[in-house]
């Protein structure tokens, strides 16, 4: 069994910090769970351009606002508690935070730890089923 707290793992290495966001990653690839499991803050008034080109993502709002934009199409959706959004084409969107969000993010395949968004707002995939 893993048993982890927020607060502590805040206060370890498995919180990564940006301009834009920061994310604590309470389960990662290591832990052999299949997916990683994260408590992401966006700091307010933020753009963020992602585009998971290896990974699938579902993120739930936990509080705040914010809206997420979709490229290719130019929609436009609000997030605000209670909203859960899933990337399951490799949307290719900006995320913004109009106030600060915490959200609860799922990732397959699951995140190592320290991954942050290259130039393209791609994670990384590691294929070392070891880390």
Not at 3 to 18: C, G, I, K, N, P
Request: net charge negative; glycine share 6%.
């Amino acid at each position: 069994m893993i048993v982890r707290t927020l607060a502590e793992s805040e206060q370890s290495d498995r919180r990564v910090v940006t301009r834009t966001w920061e994310s604590t990653r309470l389960l990662l690839k290591n832990d052999r769970m299949g997916f990683s499991f994260h408590i992401t803050t966006i700091y307010a008034k933020t753009e963020t351009h992602i585009h998971y080109q290896n990974h699938l993502e579902a993120v739930y709002c936990i509080s705040g606002e914010g809206e997420v934009e979709t490229l290719t199409d130019g929609k436009i959706h609000s997030i605000h508690p209670g909203t859960l959004y899933a990337l399951d084409r490799h949307d290719d969107h900006l995320l913004r935070g109009i106030t600060e969000m915490k959200l609860a993010c799922v990732f397959n395949p699951p995140l190592t730890g320290k991954e942050v968004h290259d130039e393209n707002g791609v994670y990384p995939l590691n294929a070392d089923p070891a880390s």
